[in-house]
């Protein structure tokens, strides 16, 4: 446990966690694909005060066996840059893969959105080994644990790109029409069996020095990870978490509130049946809004954060931002961003200071000594 305010993110996936929330909604199918569906609902979810949203990716497009609902979605990382200026305080967090992609493009991609947002960008690495998506990149199959390894080694590579431009590398001199400094521009050398790399990133470091990383902990956590996602509060998954390496253990859990009305059982029983949303890894929560802010207060003590997973997106999260944060703001237990706040520094996560620059001035300091 860290001494960060609790984190409460949402996913603004499709229209929700329910297989058929569709079915409960007032817009038509093809919105999904959309700028203003993004607009719309992350501006809600800011409104609400929510730590995050969390944005879903895949290779695999989304759907359900029976082919009902929008099967296709926005790449996650251009939803979180289009939503970047739409925003000024709540956290905006895509999945991008880190199996089958070359590190370079994710590093790049991250670190553009990050500067349209003004800092407030993580990053969930989607340790994929679903071979349907290998077959999406024309790449051999993987297993769980090359997947977790193939994603620590990208993870890491990253993390490389971002520092290999120093804070002070744009100079922008006038007189010598000199934009960089060459000497604060650092190469990074790296193959792996999955991709390779040489050279500096092409843009400078993104605004918090090394954005926040997410990931599953289902099959293992990979290395350079500062949140594990899990889905389970047992004291046996935070210790495995942390001694994988992450500061921080978030709880994934769905949601279903009453709602005008309306019990929760009913409206998800209603969903049912058209089409079933079995059990899953994940937990759920199905009741009034009161139980949920016990739920959360419970847990405060147990993980640093929770990702919400609404049954119907426009339904839950309005529930959840009128009734819930509300109550556990007033209680002391979750504070929402302010406009300009980073989201390394919501989350408590300390100040990344570039490898490089903490290399000079530790032999700057060697030799004044």
């Known amino acids: 446990m860290t001494t960060a305010p609790f984190a409460i993110a949402i996913e603004l996936d499709g229209d929700g966690a329910h297989p058929a929330a569709w079915r409960a909604v007032d817009h038509a199918p093809a919105d999904l694909l959309s700028g203003k569906r993004i607009a719309v609902t992350v501006r809600a979810a800011e409104r609400a005060g929510f730590t995050a949203v969390t944005f879903e990716d895949a290779a ?47 590093s790049t991609q991250l670190a553009t959105a990050d500067l349209a947002s003004g800092g407030r960008v ?20 993987v297993d769980a644990t090359e997947a977790v390894g193939t994603a620590a080694d990208a993870i890491e590579v990253v993390r490389q790109l971002w520092d290999s431009w120093e804070d002070d590398a744009v100079i922008r001199d006038t007189t010598t029409w000199r934009y960089v400094d060459r000497d604060r521009l650092h190469r990074v050398t790296a193959v792996s069996p999955r991709f390779s790399v040489a050279g500096p990133s092409i843009i400078p470091r993104p605004p918090q020095g090394q954005l926040p990383v997410l ?54 029983a209603d969903l049912d049946a058209h089409e079933p949303w079995s059990p899953g890894t994940v937990g759920r929560y199905v009741g009034d809004a009161a139980g949920l802010v016990d739920l959360l207060t419970d847990l405060v003590g147990q993980v640093d954060g929770v990702r919400l997973h609404p049954a119907v997106l426009d339904d839950d999260l309005d529930e959840i931002g009128r009734a819930v944060l509300p109550a556990l703001r007033e209680a002391g237990l979750f504070r929402s961003p302010r ?3 980073q989201l390394r520094e919501v989350l408590g996560l300390p100040v990344a200071v570039n490898r490089h620059t903490a290399a000079r001035t530790a032999a700057l300091e060697e030799v004044t000594a």
């Open 122 to 141: 993580g990053w969930i690495a989607a340790t994929d080994h679903d071979p349907r998506s290998a077959a999406v990149y024309g790449r051999a199959p």
């Open 215 to 268: 990931a599953p902990l289902a099959g293992g956590l990979p290395a350079g990870t500062d949140v594990a996602l899990v889905t389970s509060s047992a004291q046996a998954t935070r210790r495995v978490a942390t001694e994988a390496g992450a500061a921080q253990v978030w709880l994934e859990l769905e949601v279903a509130l009453d709602r005008a009305g309306v019990p929760a059982a009913r409206r998800v």
């Open 339 to 341: 406009p300009g706040d």
């Open 60 to 106: 695999v497009p989304p759907g359900t066996p029976t082919g009902s609902g929008v099967a296709g979605r926005i790449d996650a990382v251009q939803r979180a840059a289009f939503a970047a200026p739409l925003t000024s305080a709540i956290g905006l967090v895509p999945v991008a893969p880190a199996v089958h992609t070359e590190p370079f493009h994710v």
